[in-house]
């Protein structure tokens, strides 16, 4: 199993009443990496375990971009959700809201990565401990505390977490927090794209951020273009929505702004994780721009410039980017120095 290299000082938990920029709700789970690459499930001989799950991810690049994190979630009372709650807290993240399951165990995801840039999922989760966390369960103080509150689609695939995850958005919400939603559609979570879709829009009024990429763009709005598309879905509650589009970079729209933002070149070895790493670093950017009073924090959001938005989606698309350039999610997300290295090579070319 990876670890993740970072210097801790202390818990890294904050104390009661402190703002925390980012908490994240959802998947920790054991993601099983295949140990050869451009190959699918058929021809796979081996598989190594790696910490994972888009939430944690987030939470974990936005500690390592300078951020204080937290997560909340659930995983079995087993060695393997012992030692992923353990590599959050060596990564600098928050653990107080993770909870531990003694009845189901810690979900696994098989992957295959048949090319560089593309991914295949098998998720071991019937029920997994991720499924499983209750409203009653979650950390309201750890809620409140939050600046930015963030979740995925993948914990609105069943009861209870569903329920947990939309009361902890509207906790977090009601105490000022901003609401990031990443769709991050799995095909095989759901029983078919109409009950995805129509918890997706559940969930969509209570967003201030939306994160997709153009497969889940189209679902949502089948709009020709991504700009044109985001421009809707920010009619629909979120103030500012996102598209990524791989190598190409990424488009935004709010209200009064929109553009898009080329990608960097690099070379590829492994895109997992990438929409997480860039995740994190836009959330973090946002942060640096917006955060403190969370009074006015959504306002904030709404009236950011066209400049200032194009160079947070580019520090985004270089944390993304730099991912790819190593296997894994955790051990390959970088750090601010790097993003800010690889912005200023870029800068040069």
Not at 20 to 47: K, N, Q, T, W, Y
Not at 277 to 285: T, W
Request: aromatic share 6%; glycine share 10%.
């Amino acid at each position: 199993m990876y670890y993740c290299y970072i210097n801790i000082v202390g818990t890294g938990k904050k104390s009661k009443g402190e703002q925390i920029g980012i908490v994240c709700l959802g998947e920790l789970i054991l993601d099983m990496f295949p140990v050869e690459g451009g190959r699918d499930f058929h021809s796979i001989s081996a598989f190594q375990p790696v910490p994972g799950g888009a939430p944690a991810n987030v939470a974990v690049a936005a500690a390592r971009l300078g951020v204080s994190s937290a997560f909340i979630g659930k995983v079995g009372e087993d060695p393997f959700g012992r030692r992923l709650a353990a590599v959050l807290a060596e990564c600098g993240v928050d653990t107080r809201g993770m909870r531990f399951d003694p009845r189901s165990r810690t979900t696994l995801n098989f992957i295959a990565l048949p090319d560089q840039n593309s991914a295949e999922y098998l998720f071991y989760r019937h029920p997994g401990a991720d499924m499983m966390l209750r409203p009653e369960e979650l950390d309201n103080d750890l809620l409140k505390q939050a600046e930015i509150f963030h979740f995925g689609s993948v914990s609105l695939t069943a009861e209870p977490c569903r329920g947990a995850t939309l009361e902890a958005a509207r906790l977090a919400r009601a105490a000022g927090a901003l609401v990031s939603f990443d769709v991050n559609y799995r095909p095989s979570l759901w029983e078919d794209e109409r009950s995805a879709l129509a918890a997706i829009q559940t969930a969509l009024p209570l967003a201030d951020i939306l994160k997709v990429n153009e497969i889940e763009l189209g679902m949502l709005e089948r709009a020709t273009a991504p700009l044109e598309a985001c421009r809707i879905l920010t009619g629909r509650g979120p103030v500012l929505c996102v598209v990524t589009l791989g190598p190409q970079g990424s488009a935004y729209a709010t209200p009064s702004a929109s553009g898009h933002v080329g990608g960097f070149r690099v070379r590829a070895v492994d895109a997992t994780g990438c929409g997480d790493a860039f995740m994190g670093a836009l959330l973090a950017r946002l942060l640096g721009l917006i955060g403190g009073e969370k009074t006015t924090i959504r306002r904030r959001l709404a009236s950011l410039s066209s400049a200032a938005l194009s160079e947070a989606l580019a520090y985004a698309n270089a944390a993304g980017g730099l991912t790819a350039t190593k296997k894994g999610v955790i051990p390959a997300l970088p750090s601010a120095g790097e993003v800010e290295r690889f912005l200023r090579k870029a800068a040069k070319r």
